[in-house]
């Protein structure tokens, strides 16, 4: 079923965030796990994602070096640990998990990064 995104809120620029995103029975079963996130008035971008078989994460440009993708298999978790943060960040930010034939799509959870 659908992953749920956790975590957002306010914060001032150079301080640090995690997201959560939980998912749920076979959605887990995945090829690749990915944050993706839509400032207003721009289009949704990807942020990172993780690849089941390979086990790699890559980013985009924009947060190398700064934000990380990580997981808890066990506990059905993706996470986005998002440091120097920058007013730039500021998005909804989304959890997206692709499988052979699915893809599903969170919520989105609001991250605001003030000046």
């Known amino acids: 079923g659908q992953p749920v995104e956790s975590g957002g809120g306010l914060v001032q620029a150079g301080g640090s965030l995690r997201l959560s995103c939980a998912a749920s029975?076979?959605?887990?079963?995945?090829?690749?796990m990915g944050w993706y996130r839509q400032a207003p008035g721009k289009q949704r971008e990807l942020v990172g994602t993780?690849?089941?078989?390979?086990?790699?994460?890559n980013y985009a440009d924009s947060v190398k070096g700064r934000f990380t993708i990580s997981r808890d298999a066990a506990k059905k978790m993706m996470y986005l640990q998002m440091n120097n943060l920058k007013p730039e960040d500021t998005a909804v930010y989304y959890c997206?998990?692709?499988?052979?034939?699915?893809?599903?799509w969170g919520q989105g959870t609001q991250v605001t990064v003030s000046s």
């Open positions: 029975g076979s959605t887990f079963i995945f090829n690749v």
């Open positions: 997206n998990i692709r499988g052979v034939g699915s893809n599903y």
């Open positions: 993780y690849t089941s078989d390979s086990g790699r994460t």
